[in-house]
């Protein structure tokens, strides 16, 4: 889920002589714009404004709430990382959960793993789904995996109800206003250790290191008081807000070293951006976020 609140003035004003702009008060100051060929769908499900269109030169975008989840030309860039750098830090992944990433791509990315038995996907937006299975067929491809069990449902209370159950949590959130601020809190970090196995992993989107410091030292903060091991990793992706975002991660298992992949990608994977240099580099910082992050 994305912020609630767009308004209609709001969806208005993205659109103008054929360009969208991406506006959001948690990148005040600053907005992307895609230049628009055809809007393919829109409509205002249960919980949020959902668009997709056609742009000159990203192909298929997916916009929740006013906000780009993902482009056609450069959604690799964040659905590998989101989904390697825990699965290839794990020593046997076995059983997934997704919490949001009713678009598919993290779900076409664990499903490469063939150590993975089970894939759940919990996602609050039924129709995210059906409409990324409609024009995200790139993205959505994994849903016709037969390991897959889809629920329809808040994933905070579905972790209540899953003590114990997962390998590898992988939290697909959008940015922490609205409904999806509450996968930010404490709370739910406390509920994602519980779910876990023993010697399991988590990791959830992290904001960008360029606009979200204070967010990203606080989340890493509370990981630090419920997981031995944490770290920050993050990608490039150039229609994220200021072309980056990153990605939390912690594990239960004290000898975890995340910049260290414990297994290979093969080529029948067909990865376009993971691979295992990119792996260890993303947890190289630069010096103003290492400063402020990594010291305790």
């Given amino acids: 889920l994305k912020t609630t609140t767009w308004t209609a003035r709001q969806s208005m004003d993205a659109f103008s002589k054929g360009w969208f702009t991406e506006l959001s008060p948690l990148w005040p100051g600053q907005a992307l714009s895609l230049q628009v060929e055809e809007v393919l769908h829109r409509e205002k499900s249960a919980y949020q404004d959902i668009l997709v269109f056609r742009s000159k030169t990203y192909g298929r975008v997916l916009v929740l709430d006013g906000v780009i989840q993902c482009t056609e030309?450069?959604?690799f860039a964040y659905q590998e990382l989101i989904t390697h750098l825990p699965l290839?830090?794990?020593p046997n992944p076995r059983k997934?959960?997704?919490?949001?990433?009713g678009d598919g791509g993290v779900v076409r990315e664990v499903s490469k793993h063939p150590s993975v038995e089970e894939i759940h996907l919990c996602d609050i937006d039924e129709r995210v789904i059906e409409i990324s299975k409609e024009y995200l067929p790139f993205m959505?491809?994994?849903?016709s995996d037969p390991r897959l069990h889809c629920h329809i449902q808040d994933g905070a209370k579905f972790l209540l109800d899953h003590a114990g159950e997962f390998d590898v949590i992988i939290t697909d959130s959008s940015d922490p206003i609205g409904p999806a601020s509450s996968l930010f809190e404490c709370a739910y970090f406390k509920r994602l250790h519980s779910s876990l196995r023993p010697g399991g992993i988590i990791c959830s989107q992290g904001e960008c290191q360029w606009l979200h410091l204070s967010l990203i030292k606080e989340t890493l903060d509370t990981c630090r008081s419920l997981f031995p091991v944490t770290n920050y990793g993050y990608t490039t992706i150039p229609t994220y807000p200021s072309g980056q975002i990153g990605f939390i991660l912690a594990s239960t298992n004290k000898e975890t070293v995340f910049e260290a992949p414990l297994?290979?990608?093969d080529e029948e994977m067909h990865l376009k951006y993971y691979s295992p240099s990119i792996h260890k580099a993303a947890f190289v910082l630069?010096?103003?976020a290492k400063n402020a992050l990594m010291n305790a």
């Fill in 73 to 75: 030309r450069d959604e």
């Fill in 88 to 90: 290839f830090s794990h």
């Fill in 96 to 101: 997934v959960l997704i919490v949001g990433g």
């Fill in 140 to 143: 959505s491809v994994g849903f």
């Fill in 263 to 265: 297994r290979q990608a």
């Fill in 286 to 288: 630069p010096q103003f």
